[in-house]
């Protein structure tokens, strides 16, 4: 069963610094990873796909990478804002694909930038 | 702005009562998978629909269910609520393939 662990569980930072987020999972056989922003209450906005057979993907301030062997992804946010203060939550979808299986959710990191 | 709707955003049910939470699709997603947050807890998978059936389902008891219409929109049924279903319930949506799912703003379940 694919089990997937964030670390920090909570970060609280000042604005401007580079921050990284880690996910790990116990199951390398995945389909992809993605990266996700939850704000209070509300849903899920994701922010980074990584397929399987990718190394990393970027998007604007943050970049996201993949190391499946290892079962470990990183999020790396550059120059952090307080508007960036929300949860982060790493899923993977397992290897079959298609979403059938469901994707598999960290408990997320609660990130929160100090103005 | 992802386009996928849910109603209704909070809901109050005691204990034992049935719920229907309901998801509308943008045109052109096939699939819709329904999750389960409790606060402080990543999301878990109840299950999702491909083409109106059932396709995969995650470890909930049979007492959730659930519907996918023609036209892409979904339901979920919960039956004899328990306490413990209290969470918020996202729909996501997304195309048959394993690519990006969307997901909802979700309906916050408080079961009394």
């Known amino acids: 069963k694919q089990e997937v662990t964030q670390i920090p569980a909570a970060l609280s930072v000042p604005e401007g610094e580079n921050l990284v987020l880690n996910c790990s999972f116990t199951d390398s056989a995945i389909y992809n990873l993605q990266w996700f922003r939850q704000d209070p209450g509300k849903g899920l906005t994701s922010l980074l796909l990584i397929q399987s057979s990718q190394r990393e993907q970027t998007s604007g301030r943050l970049n996201a990478s993949l190391d499946k062997s290892s079962g470990r992804s990183t999020l790396y946010i550059a120059a952090s804002q307080p508007g960036d203060s929300a949860t982060y939550l790493c899923?993977?979808?397992?290897?079959?694909?298609?979403?059938?299986?469901?994707?598999?959710f960290g408990k997320g990191t609660h990130l929160i930038i100090q103005p | 702005e992802t386009g996928v709707t849910q109603s209704p955003t909070h809901l109050i049910k005691t204990r034992g009562q049935q719920v229907t939470l309901r998801c509308s699709s943008q045109s052109g997603h096939n699939t819709v998978s329904w999750y389960q947050q409790a606060l402080g807890q990543g999301p878990q998978f109840i299950f999702q629909y491909y083409r109106e059936e059932e396709n995969g389902r995650g470890n909930f008891p049979p007492r959730f269910s659930g519907l996918q219409f023609p036209n892409y929109s979904s339901e979920l049924n919960v039956n004899a609520l328990e306490l413990d279903d209290s969470a918020l319930y996202l729909c996501?949506?997304?195309?048959?393939?394993?690519?990006?799912?969307?997901f909802g703003p979700g309906t916050r379940l408080t079961v009394l």
């Open positions: 996501a949506e997304g195309l048959a393939g394993g690519d990006t799912q969307y």
């Open positions: 899923a993977v979808l397992g290897s079959s694909g298609g979403g059938a299986d469901g994707l598999t």
